[in-house]
């Protein structure tokens, strides 16, 4: 760490002070935090959330998580209850604590799946401790690119990226309270040079919208403070903000804009080489510069009439793989994937079909069993003025010769 706490804020932030503390309920009515904690197992117990499956809240972590919540949730005992059981049903149902266990057991962020493709499209930084002790967590908004992230990972991968970085921010925090018996919080600092209209675009920005409403909703007052950097002006700032920045937390933020507004207050925070260099003007990290070409530039593509579908074919060989990806360009179209096999009577197989039309990268794999063809509709009929323009690669290969 740079710095040993702040003697005042280890005070403030003492685990065993901020239990005896007083607080000011969402009624106005005075608790400390241990009643209203007891108050939220009381309330888990007689639902039967508690006991606690000790994966997802250790034993020498619950007071603390409870305690986020209790504070997140303004000191409402029922709905911070109610919020702590839909996070333990998450975490069940997204087998998040496979992902601590993996984390627990040294996996870095650079060991992340899909983690070198994502940075360069939504660059996060972990450096190291403010003045308080506190991680420093660095996200180069005005990097994200939410169109190429789109055509980089499918939803599901996109969206473990987040969990993943949550989940080790999450354990890193709890860790260094079971250490210190301090409820530490991170100093999140987001960069926001080289934000644009490109950030509003509909399809990709809402998708992400959901995945981080959905992700940051189950991790609680992880934040101490938010520094926004180069900030530009405020229409595009008030836009981003409401869709990565949950709104219980909008109090903490800092406002700021080029570097000689920020470069006090940032050394204020934490000693300069705590940082990265590229927020003080410096080159940006290894593997940022130049993103290069991206593959999905190399691939072919088909234009889907408005009120019209386009139908594709594969032939694909006994015992061969059928790769696919597939990728609209910049708004939604339906998708159908089967395998038909090429002897009278066979039966189809269906490799891909949803309910809703897809707006980002979808990929998968067959390994035909019979002489056949994957059929490919793209289905654009729903429309009734816009074409669309799909990228798409399919390859077939024998894995057995290939090792795999």
């Known amino acids: 760490m740079s710095a040993a706490f702040n003697p005042k804020r280890s005070e403030e932030l003492n685990l065993t002070a901020m239990l005896a503390k007083q607080w000011e309920t969402d009624t106005k009515h005075l608790m400390t935090g241990?009643?209203?904690?007891?108050?939220?197992?009381?309330?888990?117990?007689?639902?039967?959330?508690?006991?606690?499956?000790?994966?997802?809240?250790?034993?020498?972590?619950?007071?603390?998580?409870?305690?986020?919540?209790w504070v997140g949730f303004k000191k409402n005992c029922a709905n911070a209850a109610e919020a702590f059981k839909k996070m333990l049903e998450?975490?069940?149902?997204?087998?998040?604590?496979?992902?601590?266990?993996?984390?627990?057991?040294?996996?870095?962020?650079?060991?992340?799946?899909?983690?070198?493709?994502?940075?360069?499209?939504?660059?996060?930084?972990?450096?190291?401790?403010?003045?308080?002790?506190?991680?420093?967590?660095?996200?180069?908004?005005g990097l994200i690119d939410p169109a190429k992230l789109v055509q980089t990972a499918t939803t599901e991968e996109i969206r473990m990226y987040i969990v993943y970085e949550m989940e080790y921010?999450?354990?890193?925090?709890?860790?260094?309270?079971?250490?210190?018996?301090?409820?530490?919080?991170?100093?999140?600092?987001?960069?926001?040079?080289?934000?644009?209209?490109?950030?509003?675009?509909?399809?990709?920005?809402?998708?992400?919208?959901?995945?981080?409403?959905?992700?940051?909703?189950?991790?609680?007052?992880?934040?101490?403070?938010?520094?926004?950097?180069?900030?530009?002006y405020a229409t595009v700032v008030r836009s981003v903000l409401k869709q990565v920045v949950p709104s219980r937390s909008q109090h903490k933020l800092a406002v700021m804009g080029g570097v000689e507004d920020y470069c006090h207050l940032?050394?204020?925070?934490?000693?300069?080489?705590?940082?990265?260099?590229?927020?003080?003007?410096?080159?940006?990290?290894?593997?940022?510069?130049?993103?290069?070409?991206?593959?999905?530039?190399?691939?072919?593509?088909?234009?889907?009439?408005?009120?019209?579908?386009?139908?594709?074919?594969?032939?694909?060989?006994?015992?061969?793989?059928f790769l696919w990806s597939v990728c609209?360009?910049?708004?939604?179209?339906?998708?159908?994937?089967?395998?038909?096999?090429?002897?009278?009577?066979?039966?189809?197989v269906s490799l891909f079909e949803s309910s809703e039309r897809v707006a980002s990268l979808q990929r998968g794999s067959h390994k035909a069993a019979e002489d056949g063809a994957v059929v490919i509709t793209f289905d654009n009929t729903y429309s009734y003025i816009n074409s669309k323009t799909v990228q798409y690669t399919f390859e077939v290969h024998d894995l057995r010769e290939e090792g795999g």
């Open 90 to 141: 998450w975490r069940k149902e997204n087998s998040i604590n496979d992902i601590r266990d993996k984390i627990l057991g040294g996996l870095k962020p650079e060991q992340f799946p899909r983690y070198e493709q994502l940075r360069r499209f939504y660059p996060l930084l972990k450096t190291g401790f403010d003045k308080n002790g506190c991680p420093i967590n660095i996200t180069l908004t």
């Open 169 to 232: 921010k999450l354990v890193q925090l709890c860790k260094l309270t079971q250490e210190t018996g301090i409820v530490y919080r991170a100093l999140e600092v987001h960069d926001l040079k080289g934000l644009g209209m490109h950030h509003l675009a509909t399809g990709p920005i809402a998708l992400l919208r959901k995945i981080v409403s959905e992700v940051s909703s189950n991790y609680v007052e992880l934040a101490d403070k938010v520094l926004l950097l180069n900030v530009p």
């Open 34 to 69: 241990q009643q209203g904690i007891d108050k939220m197992k009381e309330i888990l117990t007689a639902d039967g959330t508690m006991p606690f499956d000790e994966r997802s809240v250790p034993p020498e972590w619950q007071d603390a998580l409870l305690l986020r919540f």
């Open 266 to 321: 940032l050394t204020e925070h934490a000693d300069r080489d705590q940082y990265h260099e590229c927020l003080f003007g410096g080159a940006l990290p290894e593997g940022l510069e130049d993103s290069g070409e991206d593959d999905i530039n190399k691939w072919s593509s088909v234009n889907v009439p408005a009120r019209d579908k386009k139908v594709l074919k594969e032939e694909v060989p006994e015992g061969k793989t």
């Open 328 to 348: 609209p360009a910049s708004q939604d179209v339906g998708l159908e994937l089967v395998f038909v096999p090429g002897a009278k009577g066979g039966k189809a």
